[in-house]
């Protein structure tokens, strides 16, 4: 199995979300398929990490994501597109996919995986599509500047410290990436909607899935 990391442009009129290439990055052990009747349950957890808060959701859009992948910041603002149009209706779900070829992906992933511990989830990702240019594609660590965004964003430290550096708040990210290749995922971004995988190739596209997702 190949994790890639596909290369999506964002139309700045339209939205439109367009597949130019895909990049190999990875190698991982084919896992055996997953039996259609525990499939979605490994698509949202119970503690899978949401983006807002809709009680009585009847539809769930899920994003397997890579902070480092320019494609999942190239989609990003189609995705907070979305965000305002059904965030009231469509519970809107995260799961952690670092790819391995990301030197700093999974450090950025905890860093967002910490600040979601204190309930500023969405500030935090949002903070690392908006800088990725700031340290993506290198092969330096950047705990340093993260732990500057925490410290930005009003975090309380010694806490995002802890939670950053803990082996728990790890094993969380490595279960959704776990998950993710249990389920097939390749790429990033991958999305799922109601737990069946869903392959958009435009804005259009996603929006009509989700009139019709929300009209059954």
């Known amino acids: ?36 009747e525990t499939s979605g349950a490994l698509v949202v957890r119970e503690d899978s990490r949401r983006l807002n808060d809709v009680p ?7 994003e397997f ?23 009231d209706r469509v519970s809107f779900v995260i799961r952690y996919f670092p790819l391995p070829s990301h030197f700093n992906s999974e450090r950025a992933a905890r860093a967002v995986e910490a600040a979601a511990q204190q309930g500023e989830l969405e ?33 309380d430290l010694e806490q995002w410290d802890a939670a950053y550096n803990s082996e728990a708040t790890l094993q969380f990210i490595r279960n959704d990436f776990n998950d993710g290749v249990a389920l097939g995922v390749t790429g990033t971004p991958t999305f799922f909607l109601n737990a069946e ?8 596209d996603l929006t009509t899935m989700l009139d019709q997702a929300l009209a059954e």
């Open 1 to 36: 199995m190949i994790l890639i990391c596909a290369v999506l442009v964002i139309s700045v009129v339209i939205f439109g979300i367009i597949q130019a290439s895909r990049q190999p990055a990875a190698v991982v052990e084919p896992s055996t398929p997953v039996p259609t």
């Open 56 to 62: 009585d959701a009847t539809v769930t859009f899920v």
């Open 65 to 87: 994501l890579d902070f480092e992948c320019e494609a999942c910041a190239a989609v990003f603002p189609a995705i907070e597109q979305l965000r305002q149009t059904y965030g």
């Open 123 to 155: 500030a935090m990702y949002t903070k690392m599509y908006q800088t990725q240019t700031e340290w993506g594609e290198q092969q330096i660590p950047k705990d340093d500047l993260f732990r500057q965004y925490a410290q930005e964003l009003g975090l």
């Open 197 to 204: 995988l869903i392959s958009p190739e435009t804005l259009d």
